[in-house]
């Protein structure tokens, strides 16, 4: 008779699972490696997530339920301009306490772009930005259906967050989203 599953344990490592993908990426991620820095098996990996692509399913739903709980804590005030906004969700999303998060972000769109199948929930990361996004900024809207102004939201604080990752050239981005800024005032 097998051991019957336990709810708890499978939360803890998921917990420490997503800690260490956070850490350390998941290019190259192996369970061997994997389960000796979470002190458990392989085996008990695979038992408590049926397969490895489970396992970074799960990491990664984790990951962005982290996210999108730490977004909604740092809500800007309703009666902030649209600058202030962005600039509050700039300051929160590209400050280096986030940068596990982000550099996990990227590595699985840039993986997913070659490797779509490896990732059946990515859409879901785009989908969660674009409706608060949405929500954030509705007074720029054009009219209750316009996706472009989310989308171009989205788009320059993605180019910037990626400019940031991969050069660390904080003053040049945070000159970036000045000019940005400077042309919603208009």
């Known amino acids: 008779m097998g051991r ?3 709810p ?3 939360e803890r490592t998921l917990a420490r699972a997503t800690d260490y993908v956070l850490a350390h990426g998941l290019a190259g991620l192996s369970l061997r490696p994997l389960a000796a820095a979470l002190d458990t098996s392989p085996r008990m990996l695979l038992y408590d997530f049926g397969s490895k692509q489970e396992l970074v399913s799960a990491v990664l739903a984790e990951a962005r339920r982290r996210g999108a709980a730490r977004l909604a804590a740092h809500r800007a005030p309703a009666a902030a301009s649209a600058e202030e906004r962005l600039r509050g969700i700039w300051a929160w999303i590209s400050a ?3 940068a596990p998060f982000v550099r996990l972000f990227f590595e699985v769109h840039a993986d997913g772009l070659t490797h779509p199948e490896n990732y059946p929930d ?3 990361a785009i989908t969660d930005w674009f409706d608060t996004l949405r929500a954030a ?3 720029l809207a054009t009219g209750p259906d316009d996706t472009a102004t989310p989308t171009l ?3 320059v604080v993605r180019g910037l967050l990626f400019d940031l990752t991969t050069t660390g050239d904080r003053h040049r981005a945070d000159r970036a989203l000045d000019r940005f800024c400077a042309l919603l005032r208009r």
Do not use: V
């Open 137 to 139: 900024f509705r007074d």
């Open 153 to 155: 939201i989205m788009a």
């Open 4 to 6: 019957p599953p336990d």
């Open 8 to 10: 708890a344990r499978r």
């Open 96 to 98: 280096p306490e986030r």
């Open 122 to 124: 990515r859409a879901e």
